[in-house]
């Protein structure tokens, strides 16, 4: 049986062997203008993210199209994009993916044939977009993989006890190697915490950097990331709370280097091979922990759905609270009633909350 990842159909072309006409008009784009008196490329501003998933979703347009047999690469972007040939094509998408996926792909397929073939009548694609957007339905219940923080608290503590534990080392000889097990245990630990408190999305997480982005005081460490690099445009500061700080001094200090192997690097997230760990491999370490915990993976992005319904659990009041929690820009994402002076009582009331639930449960 052929896994999804290996189907030919379900790849995506890579840029590099997108038409030639395309390729061009993409790399204009992506172009800031050279002087202030010319326009930017259309996309020239996009982050990264926005930037290949709107790739990917053309080369899957193009990958769809090649084995149909039927991508001339002389045809223009626009008319290429038949009503024939996207009907086929959504056909078949639904027939592969979720429906909230497929939303996706034709919503990014349409900013893509935006900038593309931007003089192209595009109204038959943007009225599919709207009618598959209103559609989508997740398949999954995302309460039902949800764990409270004070379980994920629970499994922080148990990586922790297993990453001071050298009793093994001592038996078997194998301290080199048993080292940096317990480095990377620590480190997924102190990773968990920081997501249980201040549940950041995936890739502000992977990025931050000491002394840029993570700033220690006296007595706290500071997360301060800047608007350029966060999902809502807007500058985002939060103190860790003052329980964490031993753990994350101790990561620090004691086990990034083991990680780092004498390499110089700023990025708080070391791999076990001595580089930044990026956001696809913390995704993975965070899923590999709760799946192993609770016999269910928890994406970071969960711990986000976790913090907002863990607030409503305690006092359906402190929901409204969850968009300063969550840093969400969308008055109508919760916080549409509630002011700027109210995001540090957010943050200490989830936290006290979640501390206090943590000890009535006998913990640690």
């Known amino acids: 049986m052929t896994r999804p990842r290996d189907d030919p159909a379900r790849r995506c072309l890579p840029v590099d062997n997108w038409p030639a006409r395309e390729r061009r008009a993409w790399d204009r784009a992506l172009t800031p203008a050279p002087d202030v008196l010319s326009a930017d490329g259309a996309a020239a ?13 053309y080369g899957r347009w193009l990958n769809f199209l090649d084995l149909q047999d039927d991508l001339d690469p002389d045809e223009d972007a626009g008319e290429r994009a038949t009503e024939d040939r996207l009907r086929v094509y959504i056909a078949e998408l639904s027939g592969q993916v979720a429906s ?58 148990d990586l922790i006890r297993r990453a001071e534990d050298t009793a093994e080392e001592r038996a078997d000889g194998r301290a080199d190697r048993r080292l940096g097990w317990r480095a990377c245990d620590f480190r997924d630990a102190v990773i968990l915490l920081v997501l249980v408190f201040r549940p950041l999305r995936r890739g502000n997480l992977s990025d931050l950097v000491l002394g840029h982005t993570v700033l220690e005081g006296p007595d706290v460490f500071r997360i301060a990331l800047d608007a350029t690099v966060t ?16 753990f994350i001094r101790r990561y620090i200090d004691a086990y990034r280097p083991i990680l780092l192997r004498h390499r110089k690097c700023d990025h708080l997230w070391i791999s076990a091979h001595g580089l930044p760990l990026d956001d696809a491999s913390l995704y993975g370490k965070i899923v590999q922990h709760t799946r192993a915990a609770f016999g269910k993976p928890l994406s970071p992005h969960l711990f986000r759905d976790a913090a907002a319904t ?25 916080e549409a009633h509630y002011n700027h002076a109210r995001a540090n009582h957010a943050v200490r009331e989830y936290q006290d909350s979640v501390l206090a639930r943590r000890h009535g449960d006998g913990g640690n």
């Open 45 to 57: 501003h996009w982050r990264s993210t926005t930037r290949r998933s709107i790739e990917n979703a």
């Open 310 to 334: 863990f607030l409503g659990e305690e006092n359906p009041e402190l929901v409204r609270l969850a968009t300063t929690l969550l840093h969400h820009a969308d008055g109508r994402t919760i």
């Open 100 to 157: 909230t996926t497929v939303a996706g792909r034709i919503r990014d397929l349409s900013v893509a044939l935006s900038v593309l073939a931007p003089d192209h009548d595009l109204t038959s694609l943007l009225r599919a977009r709207q009618r598959l957007k209103v559609r989508a339905r997740p398949e999954r219940d995302k309460r039902a993989l949800l764990v409270g923080p004070a379980e994920l608290l629970a499994l922080a503590g």
């Open 231 to 246: 999902k809502n445009r807007r500058a985002y500061a939060a103190d860790l709370p003052a329980f964490l700080t031993p």
